[in-house]
């Protein structure tokens, strides 16, 4: 099985910036797409950004220009800068990670605990 940890989250002023890390561990698997969610209180859970194998990266609209995922395959982590930081971002940050089990090339969907990011105004 693959595990996620995520770290990072906490509390900021509008205008602040964060940065948040997930790590997967596990055996013998291979991290193809990973990715950060959010969820707002009321809200339903929605894409924040997301990063293919080969780097190819996609945000979501309201965090353009201000977030910026990365990823290290060596490491099996991603990452996530925030800047420029709002209110409106405050929500549980999931870290989502689609693997391979390499010994029976079944493919799995990993979500993290969660980490909480709260912005203040």
């Known amino acids: 099985q693959v595990q996620l940890v995520e770290s990072g989250g906490g509390l900021v002023q509008a205008g602040g910036s964060l940065r948040l890390s997930c790590a997967a561990s596990?055996?013998?698997?291979?991290?193809?797409?990973m990715g950060w969610y959010r969820q707002a209180p009321g809200k339903q859970r929605e894409l924040v950004a997301g990063i293919t194998r080969g780097g190819h990266t996609d945000y979501g609209d309201s965090v353009k220009g201000r977030f910026t995922i990365s990823r290290d395959n060596a490491k099996n982590t991603v990452s996530l800068q925030m800047n420029s930081l709002k209110p409106e971002d405050t929500a549980v940050y999931y870290c989502?990670?689609?693997?391979?089990?390499?010994?029976?090339?079944?493919?799995?969907?990993?979500w993290g605990q969660g980490t909480l990011v709260t912005v203040s105004a």
């Open positions: 989502n990670d689609k693997a391979m089990i390499m010994s029976t090339l079944r493919s799995l969907e990993v």
């Open positions: 596990g055996s013998s698997f291979r991290i193809n797409d």
